[in-house]
């Protein structure tokens, strides 16, 4: 779809009536947000489901935040309405006016944004997107060392867990396990890899064909 395409629609809207303002930027973020909850990690399945949608006119709309299988926003018919709110969900290259994110607690370890500190809540994913997706590490994650002396018999220090990124398993200790649900970085390839600007050109691709 060209710009050119686009900028046409808005000028004919009086005669396409509000298909665009119901189903467009709505249908692009529902499928961009199920295609994230399958790339990125599922153990419980909280942050899956803790994905939320605000629209140029500040509403929010979000998950439920609640364990289980991925499940896709609820979102009320006719979010938008009016020309001028319409021009304002075109989904321009140089303007995001649909804003997806995450309200999850760790939302920024999960993303591998930030590093953090990491424990298995189950054995297993509970999930069975997570237990799909499920890899573990060469050993542990890295931790700090104790000392022994040998002449005194006594240790010092205690073993921790340091700080690393999600998506980098294995390099610590042998006798420890790490593990995975999603790739390192799974968050920054699919929004700088292309599949971002895909989900966008697919749907609004077919919404236009709809018409």
């Known amino acids: 779809m060209a710009k050119n395409q686009l900028f046409k629609l808005l000028e004919n809207l009086?005669?396409?009536?509000?298909?665009?303002?119901?189903?467009?930027?709505?249908?692009?973020?529902?499928?961009?947000?199920?295609?994230?909850?399958?790339e990125g990690p599922s153990w419980t399945g909280q942050f899956s489901n803790s994905y939320q949608i605000e629209t140029p006119d500040g509403?929010?709309?979000?998950g439920d935040g609640q364990p289980g299988e991925p499940r896709p926003i609820k979102l009320p018919i006719g979010l938008l309405?009016?020309?001028?709110?319409?021009?304002?969900?075109?989904?321009?290259k140089d303007r995001a006016v649909t804003t997806i994110s995450n309200f999850h607690e760790y939302a920024a370890v999960a993303t591998d944004v930030e590093e953090g500190l990491y424990y298995r809540p189950t054995e297993r994913p509970t999930t069975a997107l997570g237990r799909r997706k499920?890899?573990?590490?060469?050993?542990g994650r890295p931790r700090?060392?104790?000392?022994?002396?040998?002449?005194?018999?006594?240790?010092?220090?205690?073993?921790?867990?340091?700080?690393?990124f999600r998506g980098?398993?294995?390099?610590?200790?042998?006798?420890?396990?790490s593990s995975a649900t999603a790739d390192l970085d799974w968050y920054a390839s699919y929004v700088e890899g292309g599949a971002l600007d895909r989900a966008v050109r697919v749907e609004m691709d077919d919404l236009f064909t709809e018409l």
Do not use: H, W
């Open 59 to 62: 509403r929010v709309y979000k």
């Open 14 to 38: 009086d005669r396409v009536g509000s298909s665009i303002v119901l189903s467009g930027p709505s249908r692009v973020a529902k499928r961009t947000i199920k295609e994230l909850q399958q």
């Open 81 to 92: 309405t009016g020309r001028q709110n319409v021009r304002g969900s075109a989904p321009l």
């Open 134 to 139: 499920f890899r573990e590490g060469d050993g």
């Open 144 to 164: 700090t060392e104790s000392s022994f002396n040998a002449e005194t018999g006594v240790k010092t220090g205690t073993s921790m867990q340091l700080k690393s």
């Open 168 to 177: 980098l398993i294995g390099g610590g200790p042998e006798n420890r396990e």
